[in-house]
């Protein structure tokens, strides 16, 4: 294993106990990788698009929590933009069993350890 794999996670700020439901997994000894992300509880400071940028830069993917918040998450929304112009690879997980939203330009698949894995994996 060549070294911890740095996956950024975007999620809107409503979804930030699933977030951190998330983050809970890379506790196992067993997952050789890290999760980052920029939440904010404050409005957005004048250079929060360059520090998002600066760390998917350093992330080897993306992975996008979706759910109904998703839809009026302008911050979540230009993360993924961003991930896409730094050519990262982008993950969709849906957040909550029983929501399915779809974001545009983001193949989702159900929350589980073995899709999760499956794209940290292949990072």
Known sequence: MAGTKVVFVAFAIEDERQRDFLKGQSLSPRAPYEFIDMSVKEAYDANWKDKVRTRIKRSDGVIVLASKNSLTSSGQEWEIA??????????GIWAYSDDRTSIAGVSTSAWSDANISTFIDSL
Not at 82 to 91: D, I, S
């Open 82 to 91: 961003c991930a896409k112009e730094e050519g990262k690879p982008v993950q």
